[in-house]
């Protein structure tokens, strides 16, 4: 397998929640145009990692990053970087499907619109087009785009908010847990389109399903009680996992 | 005294009762089927529930016969020009009354009060030396009434106490037969208090209905002898108690819904802005500080207010707005402290809270999801609000605001204090106008009398008042409910 470039690198990182220490001095090295699995029993930390790389967490008051994350060499939580244009370049979608109470079309434009993203409605039509299927779901919206978007069924109200990320060009797209509320069908549907979104960004994606991680992703990190316990190629994780707390998981017996 | 009587028995009958649960199992409980208390309670229900509705009953009806008959006694030339029969009623009563306090001094006695003759003694003295004032000398047919009126009444009473007393002691008899050790007292306690509660319930909707009915009635009497076209369609509100009014209510209701306008323009935005600051951006303790803060304004009494208006804004609004060349803007727009922008004023104050509370209900309701993917997108806090949470919450905030603006609409003291008296249709925000509610209180208060239709007018101003407010509700409630069946 080669080697992608390093996009995101976690170096100490702690993280607080009030008196309880969430994270604990996670390393990793996080590769472009890879898939990243983040893997562990419930509460072990990989979401409230997710949500540093894109400074989620600072929304919530109680909540406290040391450490520094860098993408592209850059320190996210430096002074100077802006929280909320760092969110435009790091896209996030959420475990629940949660499409904003406007048409598909406004969905997607959304984002495009508060960033200024195109000048003029013909050049918006292209990115919202673009947008959509690259979320592999253009075909089946392309008729009535001024619908509300919460009227989709759930697996293509995911891949809206995921065509809604998209579409604010990010480098970095992160998943947490993007399927659990999807049925069988619709889950097949957006791990494919993971694979494919692999060819333009990193993508880090939270997961319970270890089947899921074994099939969309080609690193694994496997977290357990905010410790980052291993992190490799997923096909040697699921293989020869080097700790015994990763054997156990991955064999059931945890978590 | 008689429910005293009643209430009396019915605590001998729970004590009683209760022993013989007791007794009739030889005092073991446990084969009782219901615990002792039980069988008490029924007895106390069937003593005193059945005895005390006829009780109600009875004294709800029993005016109403007697004044039936004692009616056909007066012949109608007894009745003055410019009297009415309610008039004479009411002396016939006052007659009655009269004659019983006097027998209860010791003034006559009960044979002489019933021999009592127009010719041979004069009442009226007589009834003033006890302090009971009569209007006028009293006319025989007037005292025959009156002594009919006392003589029904003192039968009704009789029989009153006595129907009631046996009742109770039938209920008596029937827990005292009924309770032995499988009698299903619990069951019977069971039933008794859901009736109880089926008809508190009932009541509150009763009441309801008789208002609208009784407001109904009325305002049909106002349209028999006034022009409804005058009163939807005319122009002018000139109430004249010598009749021959113009009492059209399209001044009023302009009044009404200028000041609710304004009071809106007042509430709707600093209702609104409070709302999403404490619901978006206020921390945990200044919220749990400010929500109440804000809250108390709703608690104040609405004369409050009114003062308010009459004592502190409107002479501000004098001081920037009137005065000429002494006041702040040197001009003369404004001649009084009262007028439509000082009621509007206060009456925005006094809705704030009306709409910051439930918006900021609203906007919490709103998922944390859809805050959570605008900030995933790179939207702002405030990009965030107006974009996604005030859409989302957008037909509850209606839903908000119409409530308030009914409120506004009904709204009485601010009004009356700050709204001045005269009715007019203008667009001048600095001059005095009235509204509907206002002029309801001054065609009510004073001396009045119920059959003209100046007075008979606050009924229709009344039932339109209520229609307008209920319509509001009624659309804000169902928009308020299909916005909480959205997200729950």
Redesign the interface.
């Known amino acids: 397998m080669t080697t992608n470039p390093v996009k995101i690198t976690a170096r100490n990182v702690q993280v607080y929640y009030g008196d309880n220490h969430a994270i604990k001095d996670v390393n990793v090295d996080i590769e472009d145009k890879t898939v990243t699995a983040f893997i562990g029993p419930s509460g072990c930390g990989k979401s409230t990692f997710l949500r540093c790389i894109n400074r989620m967490n600072d929304t919530i008051d109680i909540c406290r990053v040391q450490g520094d994350i860098l993408i592209d060499g850059e320190d996210i939580y430096d002074r100077k970087v802006d929280p909320v244009q760092l969110r435009a370049k790091v896209g996030m979608v959420f475990q629940k499907p949660n499409p904003f109470p406007k048409s598909i079309y406004e969905n997607v434009a959304y984002g495009p619109r508060i960033h200024g993203l195109a000048r003029g409605k013909a050049e918006l039509d292209e990115i919202v087009e673009h947008a959509l299927k690259r979320a592999a779901i253009w075909e089946e919206v392309k008729d009535r785009l001024n619908a509300p978007g919460t009227g989709l069924s759930g697996g293509q109200q995911q891949r809206l908010c995921i065509a809604r990320a998209v579409a604010t060009e990010p480098e970095v797209l992160l998943m947490d847990e993007p399927c659990s509320a999807l049925d069988p069908i619709a889950t097949a549907q957006v791990e494919e389109l993971i694979d494919e979104l692999r060819q333009n960004y990193s993508v880090v994606i939270v997961t319970h399903s270890m089947q899921q991680a074994a099939r969309v992703s080609q690193k694994t990190a496997f977290f357990h009680l905010g410790n980052l316990v291993e992190f490799g190629e997923t096909d040697r994780i699921f293989t020869q996992p080097e700790d015994p707390r990763t054997e156990s998981y991955i064999t059931g017996r945890i978590g | 005294m008689l429910v005293l009587i009643v209430l009396v028995l019915a605590s001998f009958g729970y004590i009683l009762v209760r022993r013989r649960a007791i007794a009739s199992v030889g005092g073991d409980q446990r084969i009782l089927h219901s615990l002792p208390s039980y069988y008490g309670s029924t007895a106390l229900m069937f003593i005193a529930v059945p005895s005390l509705l006829v009780l109600a009953l009875w004294l709800l009806i029993q005016p109403m016969l007697v004044q039936n008959a004692v009616i056909g006694l007066i012949p109608a030339e007894t009745i003055n020009e410019g009297s009415s029969v309610g008039l004479v009623m009411s002396d016939v009563r006052r007659i009655a009354d009269g004659l019983d306090t006097a027998i209860a001094q010791g003034a006559i006695t009960s044979v002489n009060a019933a021999s009592l003759n127009v010719e041979t003694s004069n009442i009226r003295a007589q009834l003033a030396e006890v302090g009971v004032a009569l209007g006028s000398d009293v006319a025989a047919p007037v005292l025959a009434a009156a002594q009919r009126y006392r003589a029904m009444n003192a039968n009704g009473s009789t029989a009153m106490t006595l129907s009631v007393l046996t009742l109770a002691l039938i209920g008596f008899a029937l827990a005292y037969r009924m309770t032995t050790a499988a009698f299903r007292a619990r069951n019977t306690v069971e039933a008794g208090v859901k009736t109880l509660l089926i008809l508190a319930a009932s009541l509150a909707i009763l009441t309801t209905v008789g208002i609208v009915f009784s407001m109904l009635f009325e305002s049909i009497n106002f349209f028999r002898m006034h022009d409804w076209r005058d009163f939807f369609l005319g122009s002018k509100w000139a109430p004249n108690f010598r009749g021959d009014s113009d009492l059209s209510i399209l001044p009023l209701l302009w009044g009404t819904l200028y000041i609710s306008f304004i009071a809106l323009l007042v509430a709707v935005p600093i209702g609104l802005f409070a709302a999403i600051y404490l619901s978006e951006y206020a ?1 945990p303790k200044t919220r749990a500080v400010a929500k109440p803060l804000l809250e108390i304004l709703a608690g104040i009494p609405t004369i409050v207010y009114g003062l308010f208006a009459l004592l502190t804004v409107g002479p501000f609004l004098v001081s920037v707005f009137g005065r000429g060349e002494e006041g702040f803007l040197s001009v003369e727009w404004m001649s009084g402290a009262t007028a439509v922008l000082t009621a509007g004023l206060v009456m925005g104050i006094m809705l704030i809270p009306f709409v910051s509370s439930l918006s900021d209900d609203i906007i919490n309701a709103v ?1 944390q ?12 806090h405030s ?1 965030t609000v107006r ?2 949470v005030l ?2 919450a957008l037909p509850g905030i209606v839903g908000a605001i119409l409530l308030a603006a009914s409120r506004a609409i009904g709204e009485t003291m601010i009004v009356v204090l700050g709204a001045g008296a005269i009715a007019r249709i203008s667009l001048n925000p600095l001059e005095a106008m009235t509204t509907i509610t206002t002029r309801i209180v001054s065609q009510l208060t004073g001396d009045t009398n119920f059959a003209s239709p100046e007075t008979l007018v606050a009924f229709a101003l009344g039932l339109t008042l209520f229609v307008l407010t209920l319509g509001l509700n009624v659309i804000a409630l169902y928009i308020v409910r299909r916005y909480r069946e959205q997200y729950e």
């Not at chain 2, 999801?369 to 702002?380: I, N, P, V």
């Open positions: 921390g998922p999801s859809l805050r959570d993917g605008s900030f995933g997108l790179g939207a702002t990009e974009q996604v859409p989302a």
